[in-house]
């Protein structure tokens, strides 16, 4: 089956520590999203990949890095400068931009 | 910038009401996505609509696409427990993302 994987289901990070969320698809999309969701709100977009090796800065990028040496990954670095990283992950792909997107079961991160 | 307002955040009904949500966008657009997330889940597409005054049903939803292109609608007819959850209008914006509206939460009365 096709889909999108995101891993962990639930990370929690320590003060200072850096955390890498795992974005896989098997869709053959060149486009991958990764949003973050606080309780009740809507999704706002940290980074958006066109294409393999390119990527650009959403509305909220700042403590938060991505790369896409691959088609089929695109993982999110949480940095010890986001201070408020407690929310829900969710990683996208659609087969190109402003196309529908699919996600993924998403990631739920917390701070220890 | 470009901004896609939906309303209203919240709806209560019973089941068996019905229920509609509307998205407004402060510029054309090429077409309208709508999504549904479900309480602890995560967004599924649901439609996409591209025609001025498009209408399409899936079921028990009717989606429409108006005339300007510029707003949409979800109604729900006759709601029922499954339907509960947030549904997200989303529309392009530049740089081949999507802006999405804030969704609005549907919430079934005990």
């Known amino acids: 089956d096709g889909g999108i994987t995101q891993s962990p289901k639930y990370l929690f990070r320590k003060e200072g520590q850096n955390v890498t969320l795992s974005c896989e698809q098997n869709l053959n999309h060149d486009a991958m999203y990764w949003y973050r969701q606080d309780p009740g709100q809507g999704l706002r977009l940290i980074y958006y990949?066109?294409?393999?090796?390119?990527?650009q800065k959403g509305d909220i990028a700042e403590g938060y890095s991505v790369s896409r040496e691959k088609k089929e990954s695109f993982p999110l670095t949480v940095t010890s400068a986001q201070k408020n990283p407690t929310a829900f992950y969710l990683c996208a792909s659609s087969i190109g931009g402003q196309q529908p997107q699919h996600f993924g079961d998403g990631t739920r991160l917390s701070i220890l | 910038g470009q901004q896609v307002m939906q309303i209203p955040q919240y709806q209560h009904v019973q089941e068996g009401e019905d229920f509609t949500t509307y998205c407004n966008s402060s510029?054309?657009?090429?077409?309208i996505q709508w999504y549904k997330q479900r309480p602890g889940g995560h967004p599924v597409f649901l439609i996409q609509?591209?025609?001025s005054g498009e209408v399409k049903k899936q079921k028990r939803l009717t989606f429409q696409f108006g005339e300007a292109k510029k707003n949409s609608s979800l109604h729900i007819t006759a709601t029922q427990t499954t339907d509960v959850g947030t549904y997200f209008c989303?529309?392009?914006?530049?740089?081949?993302?999507?802006?999405w509206g804030a969704g609005t939460k549907l919430i079934i009365k005990p």
């Open positions: 989303a529309g392009p914006g530049g740089n081949y993302q999507l802006i």
């Open positions: 990949s066109q294409i393999v090796n390119d990527f």
């Open positions: 609509l591209v025609k």
């Open positions: 510029t054309t657009l090429s077409n």
